[in-house]
């Protein structure tokens, strides 16, 4: 009981300052997360009277289960459903604050003369709102319910998507010291395919889990098995090279699906509000005052810098996604901040020592400023476009109008689906199963050196290991590759429908159209099988047995076809119930 | 984000076990305790295929938090109005089971060769039972409001503050080697002192400080408060000597007496199980199997005794106490158990370096059989209590029903205050009142050293500094110090009127009653006076210049007299609301 006293000593002087923080804060009406700042800073290693902290490790450890917490708890609020639901103005709207805040973040940077990966970071440290201040300031405001909220969570949603593509990119620039155009896509879509394959078995799976759990009634069970899945999952996540804040984004979207959404977040609450306050607090720990100052006037111009740049390059993406002005200005001065994803990317850039000390400082520093502001400039959204209204010249408040009537006259469509959204449907429905499939070669690809070891007690010569190893992908993902080559031919069929017409065709109309049908498909399946063959590179038999493995899986197909369909369809089935059923209250 | 996979791993390890653990075992019908020891054996260092954990140290801290919160809650179900009520029997049942176990445990240790301070551990560790498991299992068999459940939970209230008592008596016993009576007398005396103090001063401040920061409807405010106060309150009793456990567990029976109670306990019960998994796997990872092999006839004589003893004890004090043999049974064989505590009294013996590695094993095999036989024996307890009945001789039956009927004639009180009872309140309220006395004449005396030194800028000559000292503890302790005369003096006017009877002291007798009641305050005083003086050598002034204090003291205190009265009065006052106040459903 007794060797942990160092410990406790730590946990004790944070907590109990953070108690006593949270409670000064809270009577100034200032956010919370900038008093557990305030309060690292106080017992932190560069202000005086003393060095309260004995552990700095174990506390940083704890802090780091902070971010787990946070970021499962932004993944439990991120929910598939709703983002279908704001769909495009979220994400015109976030996408041009990102580009623009990357842009304006990687010049301000070269203004100062700091070098490209510090600015490169900068860029990347500006371009993400802070969600946690926003639900805060806009519950506190008693504004949650109204519809520009709803728009700004959707920003938010998208946001966080993209922090976790531009953390991943950020990871592979600060290796590799550039970002070529192949790097980027590749990584891109390797991120992409884990996403979509993470998503598809987890929903899948997980929910259908804590289904079983849940009937036990037992809230320590519950408990117990969502932080089974959450750390073990991001544990994986960890293994493939990909940070935790990821693999417990991914899950916490995962679980989002899950009927007993509401039991979770709420046993999850208390853990995450105990750690994210250690974690805030360890953002103070790391701040040295003095460099504050001597980087005041950075500090100044970014803090600057942000406020205006988010308002105006997310507001503008609003109007231009067809808000009306009041949304827009409302929308760009509830984001204008930054927040925990920015110390997340500032402390990536410290870690993986690519970036100057300096910057982690400027960042926690223009995040307190921006926070600070965010109240304020919220209610300030109302008075100030009736002001800029006034001031506006009728010509140009005229083609603003105009714009808003056209983009709306555009929009108004009946509700049938159109062939336009027809097929999305369909290519989204291949594009998941390619990637089932993709993953599934992948998969046994990496698994190789272990298995072949095991293989090896009963296949001695290595090509036939090989083809075992091939042939078991191949069956796996047959009910996956089948689904392909259906969606593929209803697309070829629709879009050959469309296409060939009697007035052009004349009487080769239908003989072209069933060219047409059985050919894509074939041509297509052809293609699936180079990809197939080229991500599994490292398992593909030799040509003579590659045929002979194909021969036999035809075979098998022809045998398991109907067998394969009713499978694919019962998980379908399952993963549109999981995603149609509501959560319990 | 990089430097914490280990732990993380070590994290995900532990938790996704521990949710697939906790699964299975509810389905076998089994504790989830004994899963979670399980799985500990599993990933543990002694266990094949290879070793799991990479960062014991970070796990056994996450483990020792466990501790923390399993404390702190059971503080919080432990409540002094609650303790009032079941009283008497409760009293009577748990010592009978401490003292008997801890003679069994002792003989046992003996008979099989063992050290002296091994078999003192092995009786400590043999005489509590476990709260945890027998909350669960009386809530999944459905019977925790029955009448005799009642009973036990006051029982296990008895036990948590005697366990506590002799925790610090064991560190005591490991570090001189021996116990004096002497040495228990002053360490008990401290315990006493300490644990008044905590409570008086801890209900006066925590429940107002609670229902401050509960005003703003944030839980995320209410906990990290929660928190703060409970570790803050850890890190002043660690730095006293005690335990980190006695810390949490009285904290929670501070915060027990809050209104807010159920919304703490609410917010602290995911982090607990969280924990207190962790904590159970950590106890697995210290077992190592093949000790359990080669002490297999220990475990299993200890395993016997453990169920008989505590049957026979337990169950024989609930009987002499008043109930009938049913109830007795019935509270017998429900806490025929060892566990929590056991571990923290084994691993104490382990972290002194005072008991053998091979106790904590044993300790742990013990208490996973007696678990694991708990929910059997209290479902066996009716039939067998029926068929014991049968089997007794006849004038055995006679004797325990006279036995039965002889002691509820004794208890049948009219419900008036009785002397007997008015007396022993009084006597109450001047021991809180002295703790007090006592406890801020001790800290002034600690803090000397510090002080003297801010001191020494004003008052150079170290005699005068103690009185400065002296008399600010003075000062501070008068309303304690008048309550203490005031209450002493309506006990003396109580007690010459029942013992001074005209029958014998004639025409005296008024003047007699006159002379005990103003002489008994004045020699109590003297008393208080050189018991203070005895606590606060360090700081007493020379003398001389004490008698000036002490007529400045009294010349003071006739003008303040009032005051002191008004302010004793408002702080019985609040500490009674407290008390009396119903924490909100």
Redesign the interface.
């Known amino acids: 009981?007794?060797?942990?006293?160092g410990?406790?000593?730590d946990?004790?002087?944070?907590?109990?300052?953070?108690?006593?923080v949270?409670?000064l804060f809270?009577r100034l009406k200032q956010p919370?997360v900038l008093g557990y700042i305030a309060a690292g800073v106080i017992i932190g290693p560069y202000t005086p009277p003393f060095q309260l902290i004995h552990d700095e490790q174990?506390i940083?450890?704890l802090g780091?289960?902070g971010?787990?917490f946070l970021m499962f708890s932004l993944g439990l609020e991120f929910s598939l459903r709703k983002l279908f639901k704001v769909g495009a103005t979220a994400i015109v709207a976030a996408l041009s604050e990102i580009v623009l805040m990357l842009w304006i973040g990687y010049e301000i940077g070269s203004a100062f003369g700091w070098s490209s990966m510090d600015s490169l970071f900068l860029g990347a440290i500006l371009a993400i709102s802070s969600t946690t201040i926003i639900v805060k300031a806009l519950s506190e405001l008693g504004l949650k319910r109204e519809s520009f909220a709803q728009l700004v969570f959707g920003i938010l949603i998208v946001e966080d998507i993209l922090a976790i593509a531009m953390l991943v990119l950020l990871s592979g620039i600060a290796q590799t010291g550039e970002l070529s155009a192949g790097v980027a896509v590749v990584t891109l879509g390797k991120l992409l395919l884990f996403m979509t394959v993470s998503l598809v078995v987890g929903i899948l799976v997980v929910p259908r889990a804590l289904n079983?759990?849940a009937r036990?009634k037992?809230?320590?069970?519950l408990?117990?098995?969502?932080?089974?899945?959450?750390?073990?999952f991001?544990?994986l996540v960890?293994k493939l090279d990909y940070?935790?804040?990821l693999g417990a984004f991914l899950i916490g979207a995962i679980m989002a699906e899950s009927r007993h959404l509401h039991r979770i977040e709420h046993?999850?609450?208390?853990?995450r509000?105990?750690f994210s306050?250690i974690f805030f607090v360890t953002i103070g720990l790391m701040l040295n005052p003095t460099v504050l100052l001597d980087y005041a006037w950075p500090i100044a111009v970014i803090t600057v810098a942000v406020i205006v740049g988010k308002i105006v390059s997310c507001g503008l993406g609003t109007f231009l996604a067809g808000k009306d002005g009041r949304t827009a200005m409302r929308v760009g001065m509830t984001v204008s901040q930054i927040g925990e994803f920015s110390f997340?990317i500032a402390?990536?850039g410290l870690?993986l020592k690519v970036t100057s000390a300096f910057l982690y400082p400027i960042a926690v520093a223009v995040s307190a400023l921006t926070t600070l502001f965010t109240p304020y400039l919220i209610r300030a959204a109302d008075p100030l476009t009736q002001r800029l209204g006034r001031a506006m010249p009728p010509t140009l408040a005229n083609v603003f109008s105009l714009y808003g009537q056209w983009l709306r006259s555009l929009s108004t469509g009946s509700g049938e689906p159109t062939l336009f959204s027809m097929t999305r449907r369909i290519i989204l429905q291949i594009a998941v199963n390619l990637a089932l499939v993709a993953a599934i070669f992948l998969i046994v690809s990496y698994s190789a050196p272990y298995t072949s070891t095991v293989l090896a007690h009963w296949v001695a010569s290595e090509p036939m290991q090989r083809v075992v190893l091939w042939s078991i992908a191949l069956v796996l993902s047959l009910p996956f590759l089948v689904a392909v080559y259906r969606k593929t031919k209803s697309l070829a069929l629709l879009l050959a429908e469309v296409s060939v017409q009697p007035a052009t065709a004349g009487r080769f109309t239908s003989a072209i159209r069933y060219a047409i049908s059985d050919l894509v498909p074939v041509v297509s399946m052809v293609g699936v099988f180079l990809l197939v063959a080229a991500l599994s590179g490292s398992i593909l038999p030799p040509t003579g047995l590659l045929t002979v493995v194909l021969v036999c899986a035809a075979l098998l197909l022809a045998l398991v076809w109907r067998w394969c369909v009713k499978i694919h369809a019962a998980m379908q089935i399952a993963l549109r119930e999981t995603f149609e059923e509501q959560p319990d209250p």
Chains 1, 2 share one sequence.
């Open positions: 009981m007794h060797h942990g006293i410990f406790i000593q946990l004790a002087v944070v907590m109990a300052l953070a108690g006593v949270t409670v809270h919370v174990t940083q450890t780091e289960l971010v787990v079983y759990v036990a037992s809230d320590e069970m408990l117990v098995s969502v932080l089974g899945f959450c750390f073990g991001c544990l960890v940070s935790m804040a046993l999850i609450a208390p853990l509000d105990a306050a997340i402390s990536l870690t």
